[in-house]
């Protein structure tokens, strides 16, 4: 069975910083387009971050425009698990973030439909 479970989230000051993990379980995910979406109360859920496997050990990041330069994405193929370094936060991250997995192929990393795991979100509340 497959899981996919998140942590890290949590209430911290506009400027901060957070890291969110997913560990995931059930099978390999080294193949796998690995992203973060995030969802505000009263908006669509949205692409933030996505690692693409691309050969051997190099993966391919991308990530929202709204993220760019302040977020990083990472993972650790050994421990399974994904991770969202989260800095310089604003009030208009505050969103429930969630860890997705896709097998490949994947037309597009920014595609929630792309995605075939989920997991079951982790809130950040970025006070202003």
């Known amino acids: 069975q497959v899981q996919l479970v998140e942590s890290g989230g949590g209430l911290v000051q506009a400027g901060g910083s957070l890291r969110l993990s997913c560990a995931a379980s059930?099978?390999?995910?080294?193949?796998?387009?690995m992203g973060w979406f995030r969802q505000a109360p009263g908006k669509e859920r949205e692409f933030v971050a996505a690692?693409?496997?691309?050969?051997?050990?190099?993966?391919?990041?991308d990530f929202a425009d709204s993220v760019k330069g302040r977020f990083t994405i990472s993972r650790d193929d050994a421990k399974n698990t994904l991770y969202l370094q989260m800095n310089r936060l604003k009030p208009e991250d505050t969103a429930v973030y969630y860890c997705?997995?896709?097998?490949?192929?994947?037309?597009?990393?920014?595609?929630?439909?792309?995605?075939?795991?989920w997991g079951q979100g982790t809130q950040v509340t970025v006070s202003s």
């Open positions: 997705a997995a896709a097998a490949p192929p994947v037309k597009s990393t920014y595609d929630v439909t792309e995605y075939d795991y």
């Open positions: 059930g099978r390999t995910f080294t193949t796998y387009v």
């Open positions: 690692t693409t496997w691309l050969r051997d050990t190099a993966y391919y990041a």
